[in-house]
């Protein structure tokens, strides 16, 4: 069973940095793209920044220049590192990946369940 999990998530003050982390655990073929969503109350969730199938790296407009991601293959992790951040950061931040169990299988979307994280003075 494939799993993802997040975790860095907290409480930080305006101007503040954080960093996210998600790991992929479980038996699985491959991990094609991962990368993190947010949803903030009352909002549909919203793309933070994506590594596509071949492709830029993508990254929503609010959050350009001050938050990056990364990635280790290795290890089957992504990362988010969110400096400079803002009151309307605050969101529950999900980790996705688009993950192949065996060979030739149709890549299925997974979620982790997300963290929190609180951007307040």
């Known amino acids: 069973q494939v799993q993802l999990v997040e975790s860095g998530g907290g409480l930080v003050q305006p101007g503040g940095s954080l960093r996210l982390s998600c790991a992929a655990s479980?038996?699985?073929?491959?991990?094609?793209?991962m990368g993190w969503y947010r949803q903030a109350p009352g909002k549909q969730r919203e793309l933070v920044a994506r590594?596509?199938?071949?492709?830029?790296?993508l990254y929503a407009d609010s959050v350009k220049g001050r938050f990056t991601i990364s990635r280790d293959n290795g290890k089957n992790m992504v990362y988010l590192e969110m400096n400079s951040l803002k009151p309307e950061d605050t969101a529950v931040y999900y980790c996705?990946?688009?993950?192949?169990?065996?060979?030739?299988?149709?890549?299925?979307?997974?979620w982790g369940q997300g963290t929190q994280v609180t951007v307040s003075s």
């Open positions: 590594f596509p199938t071949g492709g830029s790296t």
């Open positions: 479980g038996s699985f073929y491959m991990i094609y793209n």
């Open positions: 996705n990946a688009a993950i192949s169990i065996v060979l030739y299988q149709r890549p299925n979307d997974y």
